[in-house]
């Protein structure tokens, strides 16, 4: 079976090379995210000659405010590649100052992105969910991807009809929070995505056995056959790639 990885840090593991080989082998479809654009160019080497990697070019919201002056070089950088992310938006104990800066700089590029047409984004947006889809929008030309979304249950149905996708971990599926919000998400919507090495507990290693975890508790949970579950979620990555 062959797995997706929508969100993975690569460049924040312990031995990347190796990791790609292991991709490579695994044919697993991954989305190597960065956290700031000097980043990116370390990721884009790794996946030169690869066939299921592919880096992405971000801007974590936690690291805004203390490199503010990297935004003249991402959005130089922003046609360089399909893949855009981690970016957006962060307000859990964070000062207003930090937060206008991370406002002003997600709005920038989301709205360099809208010009370009077929971006692919992965997105934070940690008790900033509400912003997060005022900025973004309804008719958004290119694929959004909610990376671990944690927000309010009342918000989902508008990113729904908004077209916009929701990318599981597996500590999302272990928790009563992401189970909820499971349970509000049709089939069709659905990622996968590590998040590694955020996710790995101490010990846990980065394996396709987490993808297969993941599988076996999104069938439980949404009571489907493990089977009918790669199917969705093959299908589901086909369209994002579209
Ligand atoms: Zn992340």
């Known amino acids: 079976m062959n797995f997706h990885d929508t969100h993975f840090h690569l460049d924040l593991?312990?031995?990347?090379?190796?990791?790609?080989k292991q991709i490579e082998?695994?044919?697993c479809y991954t989305i190597a995210v960065t956290n700031s654009p000097s980043v990116f160019f370390y990721s884009r080497s790794l996946s030169l000659g690869t066939k299921y990697l592919r880096a992405a070019l971000g801007f974590h919201p936690e690291l805004?405010?203390?490199?503010?002056?990297?935004?003249?070089?991402?959005?130089?950088?922003?046609?360089?590649?399909r893949y855009i992310g981690e970016i957006g938006l962060d307000?859990?104990?964070?000062?207003?100052?930090?937060?206008?800066k991370q406002l002003d700089v997600f709005t920038k590029i989301?709205?360099?992105?809208?010009?370009?047409?077929?971006?692919?984004?992965?997105?934070?947006s940690?008790?900033?969910?509400?912003?997060v889809l005022q900025i973004i929008g309804s008719n958004f030309p290119g694929k959004i991807i909610l990376h671990w979304y944690s927000g309010p249950l009342k918000l989902i149905e508008t990113a729904l009809n908004n077209g916009y996708y929701f990318s599981f971990n597996l500590k999302m599926l272990k928790s009563?929070?992401?189970?909820?919000?499971?349970?509000?998400?049709?089939i069709d919507r659905l990622l996968l995505e590590s998040d590694a090495p955020f996710t790995l507990s101490q010990n846990q290693e980065y394996h396709s056995l987490l993808f297969?975890?993941?599988?076996?508790?999104?069938?439980?949970?949404k009571k489907l056959s493990v089977n009918d579950i790669i199917l969705s979620l093959n299908k589901n990555f086909k369209k994002l790639l579209k």
């Open 126 to 131: 940690r008790k900033a969910e509400k912003e």
């Open 212 to 221: 297969q975890e993941m599988v076996f508790d999104l069938a439980r949970l």
């Open 110 to 124: 989301i709205s360099a992105c809208r010009s370009c047409g077929d971006k692919i984004i992965t997105i934070h």
């Open 13 to 20: 593991m312990g031995d990347p090379e190796a990791l790609v």
């Open 64 to 81: 805004v405010s203390e490199r503010y002056y990297e935004l003249p070089k991402y959005l130089e950088l922003i046609n360089q590649t």
């Open 176 to 186: 009563n929070n992401g189970r909820k919000i499971l349970q509000k998400l049709p």
């Open 91 to 100: 307000k859990h104990r964070k000062s207003a100052a930090n937060f206008n």
């Open 25 to 27: 082998t695994n044919k």
